[in-house]
């Protein structure tokens, strides 16, 4: 258990829709990332938060948003869904920048 | 453009011999590596890393390997064995405008042969 704890852990919903996905970081960490992996490809980074602040950004899409809350949990946003985003999201955390990230178990979302 | 590359997307080896997983990354100010491990339907757990002011880590059966001038890591199992059976990620970290960013390679799939 890497103390990173995702929900949902199973999504499916509709084309055009949008869902929210919850993550909790491991206790004491500030960093967190949102991570998207399709079909056996790699890990795309989208987005990370520190302290509740944007630090960084990849190759995230305008109709995804995050954000960090002062509780240090994290939400990433999907709306108007297309089949292409169905995949695996990741959340991960770490202490901050240079250290290790933990990963939890991720979001199967399948739009259909 | 890929900044990390793992040029094999899969990797064979009889159990007891050596794994040896290969990788790239193009920008010299990456200062961090790790490498990751993912079984199917999990995420992916943190084997070891290594920082660029050395050019070896070791943690039981697992040793990496870092080659600063060719900006080139490696991830050696000895011996392997059949549980060693995964796909691995390569990733880095580190420099002025990646610093905050964890970026992965594309993975390489290590099937240890019992």
């Known amino acids: 258990d890497s103390g990173v704890t995702q929900t949902p852990k199973h999504l499916i919903t509709a084309t055009g829709q949008r869902v929210t996905l919850r993550c909790s970081p491991r206790s004491g960490d500030l960093s967190v990332y949102w991570y998207q992996q399709s079909l056996d490809q790699g890990l795309q980074f989208l987005i990370q938060y520190y302290n509740g602040e944007e630090r960084a950004k990849g190759n995230i899409l305008e109709r995804f948003s995050a954000q960090q809350f002062p509780d240090l949990h994290s939400e990433l946003n999907l709306s108007s869904l297309e089949l292409g985003d169905s995949a695996l999201y990741f959340c991960?955390?770490?202490?901050?920048?240079?250290?290790?990230?933990?990963f939890g178990q991720g979001t199967r979302l399948t739009v259909v | 453009d890929q900044q990390v590359k793992q040029n094999s997307p899969s990797l064979s080896v009889q159990e007891g011999r050596i794994s040896i997983l290969n990788c790239d990354y193009t920008?010299?100010?990456?200062?961090?590596f790790l490498w990751y491990k993912k079984y199917p339907a999990e995420g992916p757990t943190f084997l070891i890393s290594?920082?660029?002011?050395?050019d070896k880590n070791e943690d039981g059966r697992f040793t990496v390997f870092l080659n600063k001038s060719a900006k080139h890591l490696s991830l050696h199992i000895v011996p392997s064995q059949p549980g060693d059976s995964a796909v691995y990620f390569c990733a880095v970290t580190g420099g002025k405008t990646s610093y905050d960013k964890v970026i992965f390679g594309p993975g390489t799939s290590l099937s240890v042969i019992p």
């Open positions: 920008n010299s100010m990456f200062d961090y």
């Open positions: 991960a955390s770490s202490a901050g920048p240079g250290t290790e990230a933990f």
């Open positions: 290594i920082s660029s002011i050395k």
